[in-house]
């Protein structure tokens, strides 16, 4: 069982930075895939970056490549989302996931468990 808790979410201008973190509960936590997706009204949930459980392959989506970057850090069983160049685009309820299968998700299916989520919200 992982319990996720995220947080850093804010109202920021165009262009702004945020750093999204999200801690996990539980003494597996190194073994799990790490996910960050978002869900803007009226849209579907989306993926955004994942990361392996040994930090060493990251995936991002092309929409935010270049811009977001995901890492985890184990020893203080937390993942975090860097996010530079915002746009209004990107405004959306970002949530933080865990998967326990082999491999790594791109789809929220994939996921097992899933914090509450935090806003972020861009305005130009």
């Known amino acids: 069982q992982v319990q996720l808790v995220e947080s850093g979410g804010r109202l920021v201008q165009v262009g702004g930075s945020l750093r999204l973190s999200c801690a996990a509960s539980?003494?597996?936590?190194?073994?799990?895939?790490m996910g960050w997706f978002r869900q803007a009204p009226g849209k579907e949930r989306e993926f955004v970056a994942a990361?392996?459980?040994?930090?060493?392959?990251?995936y991002h989506a092309d929409s935010v490549k270049g811009r977001f970057t995901i890492s985890r850090v184990y020893a203080k069983n937390s993942v975090f989302l860097q996010m530079n160049s915002l746009e209004p685009e990107d405004t959306a309820v970002y949530y933080c996931?865990?998967?326990?299968?082999?491999?790594?998700?791109?789809?929220?299916?994939?996921?097992?468990?899933w914090g509450q989520g935090t806003q972020v919200t861009v305005s130009s």
């Open positions: 990361i392996n459980w040994t930090g060493g392959s990251t």
């Open positions: 539980g003494r597996t936590f190194s073994r799990y895939t």
């Open positions: 996931a865990a998967r326990s299968s082999v491999g790594v998700g791109l789809t929220a299916n994939e996921y097992d468990y």
